[in-house]
């Protein structure tokens, strides 16, 4: 199978525009047996009420089952290879920036990115809760005539603070589980994630990074790649590139102060690390981008 970052390319760039200029859209999946390889900039979260949907994100297969929540995040390249027939499954999707603007989700951005299945017979506490706020959000997108997205929004930052604290809850009973020195070793890795999502726009060097976690620069650099699967300039790169795509879709923006306002020290390090991880160029990437808003 091809790598993840190999697959993502712009030919497969989704740039769906929400109904009535809304920052988010809600609906069934009840005609498509399948969807191909794609991906986009909104969060996208999937409510099965059936057995038998079957998601590939980021080169994964996951089975889902009647009542399961999937979490699909801005950038993730993802295909629903089948849908069982007649369909029963709600799809949400909404602006990133409803969350990526907020400091509060900010502080737990790792945790929710590393999120991806809530099956409900394992979260019985979280997933019914989650699973009425969505079909809240539909009925208030359907029947109501008086400030529907003010509503809908309002319901969305509700399900985000449901699972917030539903994953902080998870973190504290896995903490309760662990030997001391692996939870100090969790703890540390946890808040070092967490503050480089805060301030990936800042220098932040090895030493600093291991200062922060409190290990020897040598040791905090095996237990962060063990922890997050990547090096900190990798971890730290793909954070100033969630930056990146949100600014690139600001035309008054340059190419130069996109760079800067993200992190990057240098214009060609930024093209060098985009192409790397995206595939496409930063130019090349704004142009498909606008391009499809054109078609759309």
């Known amino acids: 199978m091809k790598e993840y970052a190999e697959l993502k390319d712009w030919s497969i760039f989704e740039n769906n525009q929400f109904f009535h200029g809304y920052s988010y859209s809600i609906f069934y999946l009840n005609e498509l047996e399948t969807f191909p390889l794609h991906w986009h900039h909104y969060v996208e979260i999937i409510y099965t009420m059936q057995n038998g949907l079957i998601y590939e994100v980021n080169g994964e297969k996951i089975y889902m089952e009647k009542g399961d929540i999937l979490l699909i995040w801005p950038g993730e390249l993802h295909a629903i290879i ?20 907020r400091v509060d989700f900010q502080k737990l951005a790792y945790l929710f990115y590393s999120t991806r299945l809530l099956r409900e017979k394992e979260n019985a506490r979280v997933v019914p809760r989650l699973q009425k706020l969505l079909l809240e959000i539909l009925d208030t997108s359907l029947y109501e005539e008086h400030f529907p997205e003010i509503k809908s929004c309002i319901f969305i930052y509700e399900l985000v603070i449901c699972l917030g604290g539903h994953l902080r809850e998870v973190t504290l009973e896995n903490e309760k589980r662990t030997s001391s020195h692996k939870l100090k070793v969790e703890q540390q890795m946890f808040l070092v994630c967490n503050y480089i999502t805060a301030h990936c726009t800042e220098n932040i060097t090895l030493e600093a990074a291991a200062a922060i976690a409190g290990f020897s620069k040598y040791h905090f650099s095996k237990l962060f790649k063990t922890y997050t699967g990547h090096s900190l300039p990798e971890f730290q790169a793909k954070e100033r590139l969630r930056i990146a795509e949100t600014l690139l879709l600001d ?13 990057f020290n240098s214009i060609s390090t930024f093209n060098r690390v985009f192409m790397q991880f995206k595939k496409v160029s930063p130019t090349q990437f704004r142009k498909m981008y606008q391009l499809l808003d054109l078609l759309h």
Do not use: H
């Open 82 to 101: 089948y849908q069982p027939q007649p369909n029963n499954t709600l799809l949400l999707q909404f602006d990133s920036q409803l969350l990526t603007n």
């Open 251 to 263: 035309p008054n923006l340059s190419i130069t102060e996109i760079s800067q306002e993200a992190g």
